[in-house]
C-alpha cells in the first residue's frame, strides 16, 4: 500500500521527535518525508517533497504557520495544525472547517485525524477553508497580536509571542526578545505587569518571582526546588519564588 508522505514543521525538536514517534508507532500508513524547524525550512521541504499533508505548528518565531502559508504560492495538500495553547486559533480553524491537534498530542486524537484525512473524497485543503481561515485571524490580529513600548526615542510596537520574559531593573523594565534583542522602558514591572494584564489571554504572561515577569509559551522546562526556576527558549534560566510556585505549576498545565 502506498503511504501518505507528511511533513512535522514545529520548532520545537521535542514535540516533533514525539509527534513523528507516535506516527510511526500508531499510523502506518504515513511516512514522515520531513521535519522542519521553522517556516522558512517548511516552505522548502513542502516545494522538493510536495506532501499529502503538513503536521503544523501554529506558534513559531519569526514567522507562524499563518505566515508561512501566506507564503506558499498554492496549497494542494491537507493541513493538520498542532498548538499547545492558541485558543483564538482553535477556533478560527474550527469555523474553516479544518483539522487540529492540541499538544500533548496523543495516540487517539492522532489516530483519529490520520483517519478523517484518508476518508477525504477530495484531496487538499479547499482554498474556500484556508480563504475563510485567514479573514478570521486578519480580523482579530489587532487584538491579540502588539503592544507598544515607549522608549526613549518614541513608541516600539512588539509583537506579544516574541517577548520571552520581562526583567525588573529598579524603576525599568527589561523586554527580553525570541530575537535576542532587549528593550528597556521607564516602568516598573508592576506597572509592564499591568499592561500586560489589558492584552488577550493568549499573551500568557506570569509572574513568577519579584524581579521576572515571564511568557509561558516560551518555557521549556521546569526544575524542581524551593521555589525552582525556569528553562527559557532563549537559554535564559528564571528563578521562581516559593509563594508562586502552585499557582505557576496550575498555569504551565493549562497553556
Known amino acids: 500500500m502506498k503511504k501518505i508522505p507528511a511533513i512535522i514543521i514545529d520548532d520545537e525538536k521535542f514535540c516533533i521527535e514525539t509527534l513523528q514517534w507516535e506516527i510511526e508507532q500508531n499510523c502506518p500508513e504515513v511516512e514522515v518525508v520531513a521535519t522542519c524547524q521553522s517556516g522558512e525550512e517548511g516552505i522548502a521541504a513542502i516545494e522538493r517533497h510536495q506532501p499529502s499533508v503538513v503536521f503544523l505548528d501554529i506558534e513559531m518565531p519569526y514567522m507562524n504557520a499563518f505566515e508561512m502559508l501566506q507564503e506558499l504560492g498554492s496549497i494542494d495538500f491537507d493541513i493538520i495544525f ?16 479544518l483539522d487540529y491537534l492540541l499538544k500533548p498530542i496523543g495516540k487517539e486524537e492522532l489516530v483519529a485525524a490520520v483517519a478523517k484525512l484518508k476518508s477525504k473524497k477530495e484531496k487538499g485543503v479547499s482554498g474556500k477553508s484556508l480563504r475563510l481561515l485567514m479573514e478570521q485571524l486578519l480580523v482579530n490580529q489587532h ?16 509583537r506579544l509571542d516574541q517577548i520571552v520574559f520581562v526583567e525588573a531593573d529598579s524603576n525599568y523594565t527589561h523586554f527580553h526578545l525570541l530575537s535576542g534583542k532587549k528593550i528597556i522602558i521607564s516602568r516598573t514591572l508592576k506597572q509592564v505587569e499591568e499592561m500586560l494584564a489589558d492584552q488577550p489571554a493568549e499573551g500568557g504572561f506570569f ?20 521555589g525552582g526556576s525556569l528553562d527559557m527558549v532563549n537559554n535564559a534560566v528564571v528563578p521562581v519564588a516559593k509563594s508562586r510556585k502552585e499557582l505557576l505549576m496550575h498555569h504551565l498545565q493549562i497553556i
Open 82 to 97: 498542532t498548538t499547545a495553547y492558541d485558543q483564538f486559533a482553535i477556533k478560527a480553524i474550527k469555523v474553516s472547517a
Open 143 to 158: 487584538e491579540v497580536r502588539k503592544i507598544a513600548l515607549p522608549t526613549l526615542e518614541g513608541l516600539e510596537l512588539v
Open 207 to 226: 509572574r513568577v518571582h519579584q524581579t521576572y515577569l515571564v511568557n509561558l509559551h516560551h518555557v521549556e522546562r521546569y526544575h524542581k526546588g524551593s
